[in-house]
């Protein structure tokens, strides 16, 4: 599957807590476009685990979206971001940006999740926080395409994360009408 993706994007990684997010990003990202929910906990509280750091690392967060974006720079969230309310505020962002927003939704087996987050001995999540997670991320699943994302990608099996690949495209700051972004909605099924 090629992803296509318009060079001054906001891509919002989405998927529970050892689905691959990271490894995806740095698969197919720059390491300077890539806007990790850890990475700014690190940057604020020295210790990427550390979850009293968490408001603090996504104001932080927010604030380097906003800067890349009005920038006009590719720019990938890399977080659960199953919640919606956390995908609203990024896709506010990206309106007030003028920036097309693109969804990318590792939607894997909760089997790999648990077994992936079990590896982690640095930053392993609860089983049942990752179960949470998990539940949070299905019941999103039928609502990503009406949230104002101008594209949804789902991949649900560690064969099709394998196999995808990211084709940039021209960027498309968008028209008069920030909440809708250019018709490049795709997705695999969701079963």
Known sequence: MTIDI???????LIGPAGSGKSTFAREHFRSTEVVS????????ADDETAQDATADAFALLHFIVRRRLRAGRLTVVDATNVKPQSRAV????????????????????EAVYRS?????ADRSVPADAVSFQR??????????????????HVLDSEQT?????VRRTPGSELGSDPGQGPAIQTSLPLG
Do not use: Y
């Open 37 to 44: 929910s850890d990475a700014c906990r690190a940057l604020v």
């Open 6 to 12: 318009p060079q001054d994007a906001l891509v919002v």
């Open 135 to 152: 539940d949070l991320l299905v019941r999103s699943l039928p609502l990503l395409d009406k949230e104002g994302f101008a594209g949804v």
């Open 161 to 165: 994360v394998a196999a995808a690949s």
């Open 116 to 120: 992936r987050n079990g590896r982690r």
């Open 90 to 109: 990024l896709l506010a962002i990206a309106r007030r940006q003028r920036r097309p927003a693109v969804a990318v939704v590792l939607n894997l087996p």
